[in-house]
């Protein structure tokens, strides 16, 4: 029990590392939550920051999650159960990270980047269906959705175990409630955007 109490604190911990709030911070100095749409994401420091900002957004964000998966890979000896909740918390800690007042971004990089830590071929299944749905529809948020509803599905017909498919679905799950009901107190005021980077 002590092992799984520090597991969830170490993976906590470093989701709430939020890489569109460091990004900003140190490339403007301002506050990613105060900007554009509110949302401490790769999306919105893309548009803030531009493709620099979006690019060390991602860095961060990918790389915090891949870095506690293999420390729980390698040193916990592929414990499924240890692995998910691990994954599970870094991106809970993402989306509310204690110190950002719970604001942090919606969880789409970590869940992509869980995914390709466990199953990357269910990375190239999502993006066919991104790509081919965008093609037909032009709507990217709404195909994005199909693409990662594909994850799980991927997940237990290639063969993972059913811890790995339920807990990539509970994943799935928090990103999609986040999005449908944004937090209150993100929407920036009109005074913030003045002078925003293109």
Known sequence: ???????????????????????????????????????????????????????????????????????????????????????????????????????????VVVFLAVTLFMIPAAILIAGVVLGSGYLLFRKFTITGFFAMLTIPITSWYSGQTWTETIGLLFMLILVLLVHIFPRKGTKPSTSNNVGLKS
């Open 1 to 107: 029990m002590l092992q799984v109490l520090m597991l969830i604190a170490l993976a906590y911990l470093f989701g709430s590392i939020n890489g569109a709030y460091y990004a900003a911070k140190f490339m403007s100095g301002n506050d990613i939550r105060l900007v554009g749409s509110g949302n401490a994401g790769a999306r919105n420091a893309g548009r803030y920051l531009g493709k620099k900002g979006f690019l060390l957004t991602l860095f961060i964000d990918v790389g915090k999650t891949l870095i506690v998966l293999t420390i729980v890979k390698k040193g916990l000896e592929l414990n499924n159960i240890l692995l998910i909740i691990s994954a599970v918390f870094v991106l809970v800690g993402h989306i509310w990270p204690l110190h950002l007042e719970f604001r942090g971004g919606k969880g």
